[in-house]
Each structure stands twice: as structure tokens, then as C-alpha cells.
């Protein structure tokens, strides 16, 4: 009789993926970690936990290790978004090919459960506010498509191979050990690296953009309960976010300090998470104020 869960964690090694497994291993899972340490970090990773660092271009390598896992939790990508418009082709190849080795693997395995992280940049620019999972998706740039493509995947692989999958569409993640040079970083990342160095805080346009910022708890919560809730696995997506946004000039005065302005660049003008399917087929809601983690971080950062 199988006395626990085997949990593999693709993207273990990155910001968000570090967190998931260290509750995985919290709650009593054997954590498998796939990363190829290009985004994350040896040392982010649970000693409890077991490292393969493997491409997920190579199905080859990464078969066995996914095999007759209980659930497969898919972080792994290429996420900087302007790297994807200079190198569409090497960010089509991990996000999109990456992914379906991963999903072939899992499907070929007997894999229980595919939890994938999806990404609000699959929105684009919409008219309306807040953003449902019943609009229509228009991506603005290669890394916002091809992380769609892949929840496209999910979607099919339950719907034709009977692969019980589910996709979290995550709002701007940020919280303790994001990396401040990363593609995660975000503008709180940067802020608190520029303000901690005695630089200016550095905003892109006028400031009055927003974003949906989301707590790395909040996200984790999600993962955890998408990984039991009787209520998903064809494929749903689902948004995981605040439900809440703030101007990136809110969070400058929030962090405190000289600021200066570059040009704008190609990106949403605004993000705002529709969550009501999230409360519904599990249960979440966000539980962190963006105001009370920023002063958390400030403390982290002495700033």
C-alpha cells in the first residue's frame, strides 16, 4: 500500500518552483526536482528534495524521472519576456517543445496529476477589466503565446489522452527570495535592489501602469490545492491572483525614495484578476496584503 505522494517539481530550482517544493517536502511528499540551473539555483533547492538537472528539451532524460509520478507540477521555462522577442526561436523551443516533452512524458508515465503554470501575459492588452478566463486570449509578445500554447496542451492532453491536467494562470508573483536580476524580479524586485544600492528607483513610462502583484504564499496555497481538488483536471484554467491592482507609482512611494522614468516598452497597460473561478473549484482566495509584504520586504532588505 502506497504510504505517500510522489511529487515531481519541473522548475524546481527557480523562484517560484524553490517555494513549491519546500512545502511539498513540508507536507510529507517525496519531492524528483528537474531544473537545468539556467533560471534557478542549486541552493534554492530543499535538501529533502532529489536534483536532476536535465533539460526538459531532452524527453530522453527527463522520461524516466517523471514516470509513475502522483502529480507533476510544470514551472519550467524561459520567462523574460523581451529575451522572447530577440530569441523567439530558443523561447519557442523550451516553452513550447519543453512543454510538450514534459506532457508526453507525463502522459507515457501514468503521471496522476499535471499542475502547470500558466501566465497572465497570455491576456495581452484587453478593453475591459477585470481578466476572465471567458475572454479571448491575445498575447502581445512570444513569451505570452507560448506560454498559452501551453495550457493549450494541458487542455488537450486531458481532453485526448485522458492526462488530468490544470492550469494556474499566475498574476506577477513576487515575495521573499525573489531574485532582483531575474525574470521574476518585477518592478518591487528592482526597486528594493535600487533603493537598498542608494539609486534612483527606476520606472518604465509614467508609472500609471498597473499590475495585480500576488503574494509567492498566496500562489503556493494554490498549487497545493489544485494538486486535491476533486473539481479540476480537464484542463481548466484558472487565475491566481490578488484580485486587486497598484500602479507601479503606488509601489515607488510604497518603497520609498528618488525616482527617475525610461521609455515605455511593449506590455499591458493594465492587469487585474477576475478570481472568482479560483474560489469556486478550489477554494482560494489571496490572503497577503501587498501593503504589509512590502514593509516585510523592506525589513528583509534592511531598506
Do not use: C
Not at 533603493?195 to 503574494?215: A, C, N, Y
Amino acid at each position: 500500500m502506497k504510504t505517500h505522494t510522489r511529487s515531481v517539481v519541473v522548475g524546481g530550482a527557480g523562484f517560484i518552483g524553490s517555494h513549491l517544493v519546500e512545502a511539498l517536502v513540508g507536507r510529507g511528499d517525496e519531492v524528483v526536482v528537474i531544473d537545468d540551473l539556467s533560471g534557478g539555483k542549486r541552493e534554492r533547492v530543499s535538501p529533502k528534495a532529489t536534483l536532476h538537472v536535465k533539460d526538459i528539451r531532452d524527453r530522453a532524460a527527463i522520461t524516466p524521472l517523471i514516470k509513475s509520478a502522483d502529480l507533476l507540477f510544470h514551472l519550467a521555462a524561459l520567462p523574460r519576456v523581451q529575451y522572447s522577442i530577440d530569441h523567439p526561436d530558443e523561447t519557442n523551443d523550451v516553452n513550447i517543445n519543453g512543454t510538450l516533452n514534459v506532457l508526453l512524458a507525463a502522459r507515457d508515465g501514468g503521471v496522476g496529476r499535471v499542475i502547470y503554470s500558466g501566465s497572465s501575459s497570455a491576456y495581452g492588452d484587453q478593453e475591459t477589466l477585470p481578466l476572465s478566463e471567458e475572454m479571448r486570449e491575445k498575447p502581445v509578445h512570444p513569451y505570452g503565446l507560448q506560454k498559452y500554447v501551453g495550457e493549450e496542451y494541458v487542455r488537450l492532453f486531458a481532453d485526448i489522452y485522458g492526462l488530468p491536467g490544470v492550469t494556474l494562470r499566475y498574476f506577477n508573483v513576487y515575495g521573499p527570495g525573489m531574485d532582483p536580476e531575474g525574470p521574476y524580479a518585477l518592478a518591487i524586485g528592482r526597486f528594493l535592489k535600487l533603493k537598498k544600492e542608494g539609486k534612483p528607483l527606476t520606472i518604465v513610462g509614467d508609472g500609471e501602469q498597473t499590475r495585480d502583484f500576488t503574494h509567492i504564499t498566496d500562489v503556493i496555497r494554490a498549487n497545493l490545492l489544485a494538486s486535491e481538488s476533486p473539481n479540476v483536471g480537464k484542463g481548466e484554467t484558472i487565475n491566481i491572483g490578488r484580485g486587486k491592482n497598484v500602479s507601479v507609482n503606488r509601489l515607488a512611494e510604497m518603497i520609498g525614495g528618488e525616482r527617475v522614468h525610461v521609455p515605455a516598452r511593449k506590455e499591458p497597460r493594465h492587469t487585474l484578476a477576475d478570481i472568482t473561478k479560483a474560489k469556486k473549484l478550489l477554494g482560494w482566495e489571496p490572503r497577503v496584503d501587498i501593503e504589509d509584504a512590502i514593509l516585510e520586504l523592506r525589513k528583509e532588505w534592511g531598506v
